[in-house]
């Protein structure tokens, strides 16, 4: 059964490898498939996923580290302030590997690596030199970022996954008597937490990847539904009945379907949630409904038949706060084997339609009730549906509604993100590579920021040319390692692809600036490239170049590469000394 798994496991890969367009090797493709099985429930994206992914040798057997805070994701530049008092730490650990078993080398990679990057008293430049820059980066935000929430109590969990095609039920008992071992160390650098370790298979992978996101989903309700067309329903259903609509039937939330809610949850502690929990166990005689303002629903399509009203495409786009709540109130009630008896209803309106425009006006007005920063609301802004639009156009997709082409299967090099054009519009035409770098999530936090991205004066031209320069970036540089080319595998540390894809933003804007031969190229200079494919010649030259400038320059200034490039002035450094008459 065990061969078998793995070879099921194998023939669903290659299915998801060919659907995707994937280009990456079959090893890279293969952790990042596990990273989003193992992190389901979070609903990365690709770039989210690539973000976690530690590339290349010197990983200290770690190719996935992931930091979530109450179960929202979050990168180096993630706002600390928003998170209020005793916020969770979630880690994740992730080893993984195509081979059919599972090894004691793997927790014994783990039990050297955390002895240093655990151990607080070691500071980053005493263990940089035994790890490669993708790694030291994640630490060193890891570091930051628990010693910064220190005075807010947090609690944290952290969770070793050791993923590979074999079989669980097989692991020598070694592996496992290690992994105690492993638990044990951890606690000594981090006493209170809450510390795991779980072995994933072929099997456990097979399962994960057939929890499908169906966006077709059937809703019972307990009273007629009140309708004056056939696109909007207003409907009561039980709370047992709306938590079985959006949970898998393993009660995991179905959060895919809140992509388009403009608010994260926020946890049980926030004032509006603790009343919403306290009304749900409330023993007096008021139904739910009368005390709460229900779900707004966005579907494509709505049948009805009988007490059941069957949704396609379905978004939650109001109500995430009480779907939450909801959510843990009665999956506790399961856990704790109390008899589900709970029939109080909960009041669900339901838009229909297939309009862009009307959808996102929905969006806007059912979430305005209570102050939201503009950029928060930017998915639903004019110029994005343009740009999303112009990319169809040329085939390209533009997810301003995360992870919507992701869903539906589009080829995996040209889905662009909203966070991501932001990064490669602001290193290409605003020529801050250095931004782009260091603040991947927050350049659109404020509004001022989010209107110089996303203006009306960058052609959609521009807009295009700048993720398709990133994304054929990617490509060319994975080709160039995987081919070892010459003149980029300089010296021992830039032999593989992690540190090179930390200077990515700086080579897209370092091949304009040789393009247009001058450094000091004004936006509008920009839309005379928008045609432009640069050659791999020409990118390999001028990566050869840029790290060698890096290294001059790190070298200059006695910093680690993952801090220096984020500095202006190493930004300003590369445009003084870049040569721009050796273009070919």
């Known amino acids: ?82 998170f209020k008092k005793s916020p969770c730490i979630q880690l994740f650990l992730i080893q993984s590997k195509r081979s059919d078993s599972f090894s004691e080398k793997a927790i014994e990679k783990w039990l050297s690596t955390i002895m240093n990057i655990f151990d607080l008293e070691k500071n980053i430049e005493q263990i940089q030199k035994y790890y490669n820059s993708d790694l030291i980066n994640k630490v060193s935000f890891f570091r930051d970022l628990y010693l910064n929430l220190a005075s807010q109590h947090p609690s944290i969990e952290i969770t070793y996954v050791y993923a590979s095609k074999g079989d669980v039920s097989s692991i020598n008992k070694k592996i496992y008597n290690l992994s105690e071992v492993l638990k044990d160390n951890t606690l000594r650098y981090f006493s209170g937490a809450r510390v795991n370790v779980s072995f994933v298979g072929a099997r456990e992978l097979i399962d994960s990847s057939r929890l499908e996101k169906s966006y077709t989903l059937q809703l019972k309700f307990t009273e007629n539904v009140i309708s004056r067309g056939e696109d909007n329903y207003v409907l009561l259903a039980s709370l047992k009945d709306y938590y079985n609509f959006v949970t898998y039937d393993n009660d995991e939330l179905r959060s895919y379907i809140f992509a388009f809610n403009v608010r994260d949850y926020q946890g049980s502690n926030v004032e509006v949630n603790k009343d919403i929990k306290s009304t749900l166990e409330s023993k007096d005689k ?38 939450n709540t909801i959510y843990h109130y009665i999956k506790n009630r399961k856990n704790d084997k109390n008899e589900l008896d709970e029939e109080r209803a909960i009041l669900i309106k339901i838009v229909v339609t297939n309009d862009p425009e009307t959808r996102d006006r929905v969006i806007k007005a059912t979430n305005f009730q209570t102050p939201i920063p503009p950029a928060s609301l930017k998915a639903t802004d004019p110029i994005q549906l343009d740009i999303e639009n112009f990319f169809l156009n040329q085939e390209w997709f533009y997810d301003r509604r995360k992870n919507y082409y992701k869903n539906t299967g589009k080829q995996l090099d040209r889905i662009i993100s909203i966070p991501y054009l932001a990064q490669s519009v602001i290193a290409i035409v605003f020529h801050e590579p250095d931004i782009a770098r260091s603040r991947p999530s927050s350049i659109l936090k404020k509004d001022n920021d989010y209107k110089r991205v996303f203006s009306q004066k960058i052609s959609l031209e521009v807009y295009l040319f700048c993720a398709k320069t990133m994304k054929n970036l990617e490509s060319s540089i994975r080709s160039f390692i995987s081919n070892k080319v010459s003149n980029i595998v300089i010296n021992e540390q830039w032999n593989h692809a992690s540190p090179i894809r930390i200077l990515m933003f700086h080579l897209g804007m370092l091949l304009v600036v040789k393009t247009l031969q001058k450094s000091d190229y004004k936006p509008k200079d920009v839309e005379v ?48 000394n870049v040569v721009l008459d050796n273009i070919k």
């Open 1 to 82: 059964m065990a061969g078998n798994d793995s070879i099921v496991l194998d023939n669903i890969i290659n299915q998801k490898t060919n659907t995707t367009g994937n280009k990456l090797p079959n090893d890279e493709f293969f952790e990042i498939f596990t990273f989003e099985q193992i992190l389901k429930k979070y609903d990365l994206s690709y770039d989210e996923l690539s973000y976690g992914k530690i590339g290349g040798g010197d990983d200290g057997g770690i190719d996935g580290f992931f930091i979530f805070i109450n179960n929202e994701f979050v990168s180096e530049d993630a706002e600390l302030e928003n």
């Open 286 to 323: 008021m139904d739910f409904w009368w005390l709460n303002n229900g779900i707004t629903i966005l579907s494509s399509k709505a049948s009805v038949a009988g007490k059941t009203i069957s949704l396609d495409d379905v978004q939650v786009v109001n109500g995430l706060q009480t779907t």
């Open 529 to 576: 490239l928008k045609d432009m494919d640069f050659s791999n010649e020409f990118i390999s030259n001028t990566l050869a170049e840029l790290i060698q400038l890096t290294n001059n320059y790190v070298k200059s200034k006695a910093l680690p590469i993952n801090i220096g490039i984020k500095q202006k002035d190493f930004v300003t450094y590369i445009l003084e």
